[in-house]
């Protein structure tokens, strides 16, 4: 058969589209976005936290009141969460610091042990960490196991009955929110307090916060507070950079924090 | 009452400012379980270099690179196995492998790799394995009847269709051996929060350096064997796995120098911190030991024309030197830099075993499991012989199909 070029081009027209169609269905027949058009996307339920930077004092009653909730040992040199205390100096070096976590709060200026004097200070804040629950968890990538994962709701859970303590999560968390269990021995982390947010109550640190400084919520919920602000005000997430999608929302935040 | 300390708290120092939870996880085992595993695709890959592409010289060697290579594999995931913080769990990985997860394919490569490994190794000792089996009496002869799993067929036609699978086997095995330690790279390449590993290169660069590991282990074992049993060295041999080894030592080392000089060029956010890891805190292990020791020198060594047999060892001995200690450098350097990128972490492998974990991380099964495969191999070596006895050059080729 002799095949001259506009039958070419018109069978190959033919056959891109023949192809491209039939999958196209696929695209459009997603069963998630099916079910978003039965139910109402406000509906969708997905926790999510609140940082006010600007709030924090550097008490660090989250962190203990965060000990004394979960079973991990106080003295312990690991944390579900911790504050971070920055100080810039005019020289522009920054100094970071989270002496024992934060669990006994910050008593003195003295950022890594070092005397400094108030004119030479340009600025220094408090910033508390945990968890982020990100959207696109790298620690749950590469769990070999399956032993952590997302629960619908959107908080990243470990199981310790079935961790084999690789620490491939652990080495894949960009905010280092995972740890080893020192009971247990096995990955260890924030959980938003999942016993407590389920029974509709607040998470530990944040009860505990006087000031005000951590909120935890619902996304996609009309009355929450968290979705109020983060709809309405200007956050930031830690390290996007990494294409987590991170949960932890943070007013207030400085391109010095790490 | 003491606190309990925290995993990792005991052989980690921090300094400047490190996340709480921030210590050094992957520790010596993540060391050692690589380079192993480097050494087992280096071996096979020159027992292939006869089988698949008919290089002659290396014949006195193949058997033993093949058996080595096995003594090696089965070795090579023991590390792990300290490293685990619930090792009673691992069957994990393969009950509920979650493939998202590089680990999670470990079962499968590892496993079809030692499918590989066994079946080309049974093919090619099976006359040998045949003619013990109708020979040897007692628990030996037990042993070896087993061995052949009844085929006794050593007939002219047999031992070509053997040729031909042992061939097919070699063939597929080059691709697996570079799978299984291509795979190994990627678990640390596809690590994003360690700016050291996470780069696409790491697989061919951990290929690269496992074949001459590889190479070199084989060298440096077969010189010290054969002169210690006071046997005849074939030179040829020893040249041309020299030859092989210079050839893939230049690739690696072009393929590190890129990774390094793209760092550099690019220098990202942490290319301050990662400049000081490699060039100062880690400068004597990365640029003297790493480089210049284990890289540059025997690349020399071996390209200088006469290669004699103690040129040879000290080459490879180097390069065996110098690709542990690039094992060491990627995981202990890639750790060594907070995540914070506003601080450091030292790692002090802890000597003295008063706790369980000190002994688990310690240098002791440190030291059991890198001689563990020679143990082995003395082991494997005493049913299935794999050191000829050769009285001149011209013999080496002509190797009866039975070693005596």
């Known amino acids: 058969m002799e095949l001259t070029r506009r039958q070419l081009l018109k069978m190959g027209l033919l056959s891109v589209c023949g192809t491209v169609i039939p999958i196209s269905a696929l695209e459009i027949f997603k069963p998630d976005a099916l079910a978003s058009l039965v139910h109402p996307f406000s509906k969708k339920k997905r926790w999510a936290f609140v940082v006010d930077t600007t709030k924090c004092m550097g008490c660090g009653m989250c962190a203990k009141a965060c000990k004394l909730e979960s079973d991990i040992p106080f003295d312990t040199e690991v944390q579900r969460t911790w504050v971070e205390r920055y100080v ?109 947010i389920t029974k509709g109550l607040n998470t530990a640190c944040s009860d505990a916060c006087a000031f005000g400084v951590r909120k935890i919520g619902k996304l996609y919920d009309p009355d929450s507070e968290v979705f109020k602000i983060i709809t309405t005000q200007r956050v930031a997430v830690l390290k996007p950079e990494f294409g987590n999608e991170p949960h932890v929302f943070y007013l207030g935040l400085d391109d010095i924090v790490k | 009452m003491e606190a309990i300390q925290a995993h990792g708290a005991l052989w980690s120092l921090k300094e400047m400012y490190t996340y709480p939870n921030e210590y050094i996880y992957w520790t010596i085992h993540i060391v050692i379980y690589p380079y192993i595993t480097g050494l087992v695709a280096g071996a096979f890959v020159l027992s292939s270099l006869y089988h698949v592409f008919g290089k002659e010289e290396l014949k006195p060697v193949s058997r033993f690179a093949l058996l080595f290579s096995f003594a090696l594999l089965l070795i090579a995931p023991s590390p792990l196995l300290f490293h685990l913080t619930q090792p009673q769990r691992s069957i994990h990985i393969m009950m509920t492998p979650h493939f998202y997860s590089a680990i999670a394919a470990f079962t499968i490569v590892y496993m079809t790799y030692m499918a590989i490994v066994l079946a080309e190794i049974w093919f090619v000792f099976r006359p040998f394995i045949v ?120 690739i690696a080392f072009l393929l590190e120098g890129i990774d390094l000089v793209f760092h550099a060029y690019t220098a990202e956010e ?77 790692y002090k492998i802890p000597i003295i075993p008063n706790s369980i974990e000190a002994f688990k991380e310690g240098p002791i099964p440190v030291v059991i499991l890198l001689s563990a495969p020679f143990i082995l191999l003395f082991i494997f070596n005493k049913v299935l012989p794999v050191f000829n006895d050769i009285t001149s050059e011209e013999d080496c080729y002509a190797t009866p199909e039975k070693p005596s």
Not at chain 1, 116 to 140: A, I, M, Q, R
Not at chain 2, 139 to 149: D, P
Not at chain 2, 281 to 306: A, C, D, K, S, T
Request: glycine share 8%; hydrophobic share 45%; proline share 5%.
């Open chain 2, 131 to 250: 003619g013990q089996a109708l020979e040897k009496k007692g628990i030996l002869g037990l042993i070896y009847k087993v061995m052949t799993l009844g085929s006794y067929d050593v007939s002219e036609h047999a031992l070509h269709v053997d040729e031909k699978i042992t061939k097919i086997l070699a063939f597929v095995g080059i691709p697996a051996a570079g799978l299984l330690h291509g795979y190994v790279g990627f678990i640390f390449g596809s690590v994003k929060t360690v700016p050291l590993w996470k780069t696409p290169l790491m697989p061919f660069i951990f290929l690269m350096s496992a074949i001459i590991s590889g190479v070199a282990v084989c060298i440096f074992t077969y010189l010290i064997v054969m002169f210690v049993s006071r046997r005849f060295i074939c030179k040829n041999t020893i040249r041309s796995m020299c030859k092989v080894l210079s050839l893939f030592l230049v």
């Open chain 1, 88 to 196: 810039q100096l005019k020289t522009g070096e920054v100094i970071i610091d989270s002496p024992r976590g934060a669990r006994y709060g910050f008593t003195a200026n003295d950022p890594q042990g070092r005397e400094l004097k108030d004119e030479d200070v340009t600025k220094g804040f408090f910033v508390p960490k945990l968890c982020n629950h990100c959207e696109k968890p790298s620690c749950v990538q590469v769990c070999p196991v399956g032993a952590t994962y997302k629960t619908d709701d959107g908080v990243v859970l470990v199981d310790r009955k079935w961790c084999i303590g690789c620490g491939y999560c652990i080495t894949n968390c960009p905010y280092f929110a995972r740890f080893f269990h020192p009971i247990y021995n096995v990955a260890d982390k924030c959980t938003f307090c999942y016993q407590r």
């Open chain 2, 270 to 346: 942490s290319w301050g911190i990662l400049s000081e890891v490699i060039f100062e805190r880690f400068g004597f292990e990365v640029i003297f030991i790493q480089w210049i020791m284990g890289m540059i020198v025997p690349m020399i060594m071996l390209m200088l024309p006469n290669v004699g047999l103690p040129r040879a060892f000290i080459a490879s001995t180097l390069v065996l030197i110098g690709v542990f200690m690039m094992r060491w450098d990627v995981v202990i350097g890639g750790q060594s830099m907070s995540r914070s990128l506003a601080g450091f972490l030292t």
